[in-house]
C-alpha cells in the first residue's frame, strides 16, 4: 500500500525513470549492422544541431537491440533521444532516427 502511493513520485522525479518510458521502435536501415547504427544515432543525437541552438546539455542516447519482447534484434531497436534544461526533457529521437534512415515500428 505505502509502496503503491510512494512510486509515483518517485518515478516523477526522476528524468531518466519518466523519459525511458519514451523509447520508440524503430526498424534500421535495411544492409545496416546494429552496431554500425547504434554508433551513428548516439553521434547524431549528441551533436543534434537544434539542441544544439536551443542551449540545451545532451542527456543520453540510447539504442536497445530488439522490439519490446526482444524479438528482431538485428533488425529493430528501441531509440531514446533526449536533451535538458535543467527541469524539462526534450526528446530528439523521431528527428534523429529519421535523419538516419529508420522507419518507424507500429505495434
Ligand atoms: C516482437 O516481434 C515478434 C516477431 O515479429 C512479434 O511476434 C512480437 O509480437 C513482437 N513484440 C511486440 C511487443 O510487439
Ligand atoms: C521480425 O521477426 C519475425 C519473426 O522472426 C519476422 O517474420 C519479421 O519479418 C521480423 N521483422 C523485421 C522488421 O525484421
Do not use: H
Not at 542516447?61 to 524479438?71: K, M, T
Amino acid at each position: 500500500m505505502r509502496f503503491a502511493t510512494i512510486l509515483p513520485f518517485l518515478c516523477a522525479g526522476l528524468g531518466l525513470v519518466r523519459a525511458s518510458d519514451d523509447r520508440l521502435l524503430y526498424a534500421i536501415p535495411a544492409g545496416e549492422t546494429m552496431a554500425a547504427f547504434t554508433t551513428e544515432f548516439q553521434t547524431a543525437c549528441q551533436t543534434w544541431p537544434s539542441a544544439v541552438a536551443a542551449g540545451l546539455t545532451f542527456g543520453e542516447a540510447l539504442v536497445e537491440p530488439g522490439n519490446f519482447s526482444g524479438a528482431n534484434e538485428t533488425t529493430e531497436a528501441k531509440l531514446l533521444c533526449y536533451w535538458t534544461d535543467g527541469t524539462t526533457f526534450p526528446e530528439f529521437t523521431a528527428d534523429v532516427a529519421a535523419s538516419l534512415g529508420a522507419t518507424p515500428v507500429s505495434s
